[in-house]
């Protein structure tokens, strides 16, 4: 049984590209969280998608959106990238109000 | 004042020890709380959960939570090498699906 799933694992950007990083729940799981961490700090939250709708957001600005698809796979997406947008980004999904269980292995952004 | 304090550590302990890993967080509102372990360049695994006053006990493991202190632990009986990862604390409000994560204390475990 396949876990989360996270595409690609690592990309390089350059300032004001945009990009998008996928993500594939874990076979029950309906609920996709999106984290972004900074090297030796905790995951931020950046929102969560439940039944293709964004049912809570963290503190990021408008430049990061996402989708959630009816396979319940999702999107983020970041426009005009920083150079403070490098960091990993982590999928996690659960089952409806659940914690996040399980983390993919996240996708590595660098921006030069 | 962060939101959700963690010593950075690292706290080295010798094998077969007990280890503490301590937590505090300011929303009072919080009513779930989770601890992770994320091993180095690995991303985060959720190993406890507790919801409500006192300890909850899981294995080797136990979390411990006050409320009205804002406190939260988490203890690693007879600790081995392979526990040696960032462990992170993460709080939720009620009817908040946001997960507020600590930036993590480092654990050693001496062989």
């Known amino acids: 049984d396949a876990g989360v799933t996270q595409s690609p694992t690592h990309l390089i950007k350059t300032r004001g590209q945009q990009v998008t990083l996928r993500c594939s729940p874990k076979?029950?799981?309906?609920?996709v969280s999106w984290y972004q961490q900074a090297l030796g700090q905790g995951p931020q939250f950046i929102f969560q998608?439940?039944?293709?709708?964004?049912?809570q957001r963290g503190n990021f600005p408008d430049r990061f959106s996402g989708h959630q698809f009816p396979n319940y796979s999702s999107e983020l997406n970041v426009n005009a990238l920083l150079l403070g947008d490098s960091a990993l980004y982590l999928c996690?999904?659960?089952?409806?109000?659940?914690?996040?269980?399980?983390f993919g292995d996240g996708t590595r952004l660098s921006i030069l | 004042q962060k939101e959700v304090e963690q010593n950075s550590g690292p706290l080295s302990v010798p094998e077969g020890a007990i280890a503490s890993l301590n937590c505090t967080y300011s929303?009072?509102?919080?009513?779930?709380f989770f601890w992770y372990r994320q091993y180095s360049g690995k991303s985060p695994e959720l190993i406890m959960s507790?919801?409500?006053?006192g300890d909850q006990e899981d294995g080797r493991f136990t979390a411990q939570l006050n409320k009205a202190s804002q406190y939260v632990s988490l203890l690693i009986r007879d600790s081995q090498p392979s526990d040696s990862a960032t462990y992170l604390c993460?709080?939720?409000?009620?009817?908040?699906?946001?997960?507020?994560f600590g930036s993590g204390t480092r654990l050693l475990v001496r062989p």
């Open positions: 996690a999904s659960s089952f409806s109000q659940g914690p996040p269980q399980h």
């Open positions: 076979s029950g799981h309906d609920t």
């Open positions: 998608y439940y039944e293709e709708e964004e049912r």
């Open positions: 929303d009072r509102g919080s009513q779930s």
């Open positions: 507790i919801y409500s006053n």
């Open positions: 993460a709080p939720r409000g009620d009817s908040s699906y946001k997960l507020i």
